[in-house]
Nanobody, 115 residues
Framework: QVQLVEFGGGLVQVGGSLTLSCAAS????????MGWYRRTPGKQRQLVAS???????NYGDTVEVRYTISGDNDKNTVFLQMNSLNLEDTAVYYC?????????WGQGTQVTVNT
């Protein structure tokens, strides 16, 4: 059993910055990778960024120049630093973790970008 808890969502102005965090807890053998997905209202869920335990990162096509993903293996925690936010970044952001079996998902945290 693995639980993912996300923090950091909230309100931010256009052009502002926000940092999300996700901590995995519970019965953990080894987390192979963690990442962030987002679901924009009325649209499908999309990859934002992911990172492996070895530090390999992968970014979605639309966010790589503005977002930075990082992790702390000792704490089973992943971060998402978001800069230059715009209205299109408004979404529910979901943390994902995979340990070799079925993936685990967090409940999501709402990020709302306002003018």
């Amino acid at each position: 059993q693995v639980q993912l808890v996300e923090f950091g969502g909230g309100l931010v102005q256009v052009g502002g910055s926000l940092t999300l965090s996700c901590a995995a807890s519970g019965t953990i053998s080894k987390i192979n990778s963690m990442g962030w997905y987002r679901r924009t209202p009325g649209k499908q869920r999309q990859l934002v960024a992911s990172i492996t335990s070895g530090g390999f990162t992968n970014y979605g096509d639309t966010v790589e120049v503005r977002y930075t993903i990082s992790g702390d293996n000792d704490k089973n925690t992943v971060f998402l630093q978001m800069n230059s936010l715009n209205l299109e970044d408004t979404a529910v952001y979901y943390c994902k973790a995979w340990d070799g079996g079925a993936p685990y998902w967090g409940q999501g945290t709402q990020v709302t970008v306002n003018t």
